[in-house]
């Protein structure tokens, strides 16, 4: 019998996550019933969004049970099928959470989707040409809806869904500036993202700071934002933004341990017209096929290429997804699991 | 020779408004040049927006220079006229200024526009009928979008906006809460506007206990808020909002003097999905005819029957505004002329 290791949300954080939120244990795979997949993982994917998961508290989505599974998205191979649909050595991607094995429904719809790895490697179906990509697809293209010429910006820009919003923005001919940590990541951002400028926010830690390095990098101004963290770098960016500049709200990840974080000055939304707007790409699930044919595209003609970083094992997982969240990954977090 | 009373703005407001800001002149009327009309102005109107016209500082519009005539919606009756499209005794609605008479450019668009008293009574074209009825339409219509059955909120409830809001939502089947001060606007709300319910701010003066009414007023949660306020009734209302909620941002009266006003949780935008637009009417010009055909009905089927404060003289202008800014009006602030 095939064993698998799983890793559940044990207590819920209180204030900030720690290890000792989740447990790892050891369980037997079951046996398939009648349409039945097994998938053996290859790649989990970390994501921002799992923190907000952990709270009892109504967060951006439902609470993660205690005791279970945590939820994430995975990339592996068909190993065993009780389906037609799937045969053993397919290549798959869906939410199969932290584990090395997850038993998927094959028949029903969207929890599980082939993937061709001819041009795409097929990590990134977690990153640039999956939830990531198509979120900041959504953020950028339906919400920020930008003409060529005005000047976009995004924070934690060399993440997964930064980087996705660079090639993305490029193609449309906007000025992007990004928002990092650090000189390296900066760096990254222009020299291998397609960033025309990006700003170092442990140079410019408060809101004085960051909007006067907004206003040398955004000579005309902002006309979209796409929000990944929340906090003064909000307060900076809505100080220089054009009438009618359009804010996707995408995370809020300084806000997650439950400390205060409020907008400054909310009557600039007035003052310039502002549209802000909050949303979670699983609830637009008619923009993937388009997001994910031109992130498929922009990745196959290298035209964006993300970068990741990668922990080893299962057991690696929440030391490196409580590393996400300060940013110490550089781009996209996976755990690699075969 | 025609003399003719102007109250300029003399001095910028340090913090709160005060009469001492106005001044008020005696000049001539000036001789009409080809093209021109004179009108005679009936009521001014006094609207919160002019508050924020008063400062230096970038403001949801352009400054109010000093020394000039007080910006201002006007009607009238045209008492001399170099232009075709005019006659002597045409009623007339235009920005005229905080003063008694104004030449006008008659062939200038959109400058003066004539209208119908015999249902609409002419002071009505400054409130239900002109750009506070236009105000509440496009923030219900154009933002906020509701459908039959859903809650929608407004603040200053019993004002030109909020009583047009009202007359506008209930055609529309949404459920409407209002938010007034003092039980006699509450009251008013409820048996003359057409309400379901208004909460008293007064009763309710902090976040919580107001999140405690919006609560009980709105057992389905809120689907739309239309802000005319700020401060802690929106950080009350976003606590309440229902996933998809809309916020029309038209004033936030509690800022304009410069006091820091944060909105306490912006990941609410996030965790509710919410939308939340600015907007100034003025923009809009597309949606007027709409909006004035609509209110022009309802105010002549006496579905909207909007009340008015009326004061005498123009030099009793500042102290109605400076009154209208604390809340001391009824219904729509005229300053009657004639």
């Known amino acids: 019998m095939t064993q698998n290791q799983q890793i559940l949300l044990d207590n819920r954080p209180q204030g900030e996550a720690v290890e000792s939120n989740f447990r790892l244990v050891q369980t037997d795979v079951p046996a398939l019933q009648d349409g039945e997949v097994l998938v053996r993982h290859h790649y989990l994917s970390l994501d921002p969004y799992m923190r907000g998961r952990m709270n009892d508290s109504k967060s951006y989505a439902a609470s993660q049970p205690l005791g279970e599974v945590m939820i994430g998205g995975t990339v592996g191979e068909v190993v065993e099928s009780r389906n037609p649909k799937f045969a053993v050595g397919d ?69 997964a869904v930064g980087s996705a919003f660079a090639a993305l923005a490029k193609a449309r001919g906007c000025r992007v500036v990004g928002i990092a940590g650090g000189p390296d990541k900066c760096r990254y951002a222009t020299e291998e993202l397609g960033f025309d400028v990006c700003i170092d926010y442990r140079e410019n830690a408060d809101v004085k700071a960051m909007a006067r390095a ?125």
């Open 91 to 159: 290549q798959v991607v869906g939410m199969g959470g932290w584990q090395q094995y997850s038993v998927v429904d094959g028949n029903a719809p969207g929890l599980l989707r082939k993937v061709d790895t001819t041009h795409v490697p097929l990590s990134h179906y977690l990153g640039a040409v999956g939830m990531p990509g198509v979120t900041a697809y959504y953020g950028l293209v339906k919400i920020i809806a930008p003409k060529a010429g005005e000047t976009v910006v995004v924070s934690a820009a060399t993440g």
């Open 214 to 338: 907004l206003k040398e990098a955004c000579p005309d101004g902002i006309d979209g934002y796409f929000e990944n963290v929340g906090g003064y770098i909000l307060d900076a960016v809505l100080l220089r933004t054009n009438a009618f500049a359009r804010v996707a709200v995408c995370g809020m990840i300084a806000g997650y341990d439950g400390a205060p974080l409020p907008l400054q000055n909310p009557a600039l939304i007035l003052i310039n017209r502002l549209k802000i707007e909050g949303f979670i790409v699983s609830e637009h699930m008619e923009v993937w096929p388009d997001a994910l044919k031109e992130l498929g595209t922009l990745v196959g003609t290298g035209k964006l290429r993300p970068r990741e970083t990668v922990a080893q094992g299962l057991a690696a997982a929440p030391a490196a997804f409580l590393g996400l969240l300060k940013g110490k990954n550089f781009g996209k977090q996976l755990v690699k699991l075969v």
